[in-house]
């Protein structure tokens, strides 16, 4: 919970769940979990509490905690900012109540001044909970509660089911998540779509989703109920992605991502006008060295020598193909480069402040927007 952070793409952090459990591969090395394990070692009781019993032994143990008492953090910051809502979980957990969940959005339809950022992976509650008469009359009911510190309540109506300044976003590791997660995320209203595909597993065809194109929403639609009759609805078309993330994984077991997995995405968003963020490289960086054309000896092209170990020893070096695959591990010791490469590069484990984010010459910080 802070009112900075070190996250690329947002100001602040506003952890009012704790606890989770794992769903699907990106959530293999969570570094939440690493949190939880940290502050339950602390030994001021304040900073346990809000975690208390959610680890145990590296995992999560699928409690989960409310942190009711920062609820109202958001109407106390002035500035605006843009806060990214429950790093340390996931706000459409099956274990946190749906009056919980408005309350949030209270706070936020209060706090209009701010820019909230809300990333899940249980992308199904998500769209039902916000597809729901009943929820949005009950985030309305919440905000008039008058034990809650002074917001933005001039005017207060919601007439939509969405809040202009809540972005909503769902995690993609790999094309099946994609597949999975985004046709929910296009179902639900919202004023911004965005997803995250970090840790990035493998790569993703924004243009093809479950047969959609996903980053210019030709033939997507969707309808939006409004609160003054259930039967009133608003078809908004097209419904598609306003901003993409993509990073590779950090910390400990990080995994490597294709660096071409991440021009992939980028050149998708470019070519159809939608802002993308490029958070980071991850623990690995292709290992390459690049030669000029030396047309004396006949080369008349620049070309690139990949730089590969020539066994499986070491653990922080591999060959990996653009499917996902490694090789010259101590798992796969195939050394694919004696016989052609097509499709592999070399990957080393520099560490995540030495590979960095610039990716081809530039760092990418696009937002919703301001694409381009």
């Not at 979980?89 to 109540?97: A, E, G, M, N, T």
């Not at 729901?132 to 933005?152: C, I, K, M, N």
Request: glycine share 8%; proline share 7%.
């Amino acid at each position: 919970m802070s009112d900075n952070t070190g996250i690329e793409w947002t100001d602040a952090t506003w952890n009012v769940v704790i606890g989770c459990d794992k769903v699907s591969p990106g959530c293999d090395h969570c570094y939440a979990i690493r949190t939880a394990h940290r502050m339950q070692s602390n030994p001021n009781p304040k900073v346990v509490e809000p975690y208390a019993g959610t680890e145990s032994g590296g995992e999560w143990t699928g409690r989960v905690n409310l942190v009711e008492d920062r609820l109202s953090l958001p109407l106390q910051w002035k500035r605006p900012r843009r806060i990214f809502v429950n790093a340390q979980s996931d706000l459409f957990h099956d274990q946190v109540p749906d009056e919980y969940i408005a309350k949030v959005f209270a706070i936020m339809l209060l706090a209009q001044r701010h820019t909230f950022q809300v990333l899940t992976k249980r992308h199904g509650r998500m769209r039902s909970l916000l597809n729901s008469h009943a929820f949005w009359t009950r985030v309305l009911y919440e905000a008039l509660d008058p034990g809650l510190p002074a917001g933005d309540r001039d005017g207060l109506q919601l007439s939509l089911h969405y809040l202009p300044n809540v972005w909503l976003g769902v995690s993609t590791e790999n094309q099946q998540w994609a597949d999975i997660r985004i046709p929910a995320l296009l179902d639900t209203p919202a004023a911004v779509r965005f997803i995250s595909a970090e840790p990035l597993l493998g790569p993703i065809d924004l243009l093809n989703v479950a047969r959609r194109n996903v980053l210019t929403g030709v033939g997507n639609r969707i309808a939006m109920t409004t609160l003054r009759s259930p039967r009133e609805t608003h078809i908004i078309t097209p419904a598609c992605l306003d901003w993409v993330i993509t990073g590779g994984e950090s910390g400990p077991g990080a995994r490597p991502a294709h660096p071409q997995w991440f021009r992939s995405i980028r050149d998708q968003c470019q070519s159809a006008g939608v802002a993308y963020l490029h958070k980071q490289h991850g623990e690995w960086i292709e290992d390459v060295t690049e030669h000029p054309a030396d047309p004396e000896l006949g080369i008349d092209e620049p070309y690139r020598v990949l730089n590969v170990p020539s066994d499986a020893k070491s653990g922080n070096r591999c060959a990996m193909h653009l499917s996902g695959s490694m090789a010259l591990t101590p798992d796969n010791p195939f050394n694919p480069f004696r016989a052609g490469h097509g499709g592999w590069t070399a990957m080393r484990r520099v560490g995540k402040t030495r590979a960095g984010r610039v990716l081809d010459g530039r760092t990418w910080d696009e937002y919703p927007g301001v694409a381009g």
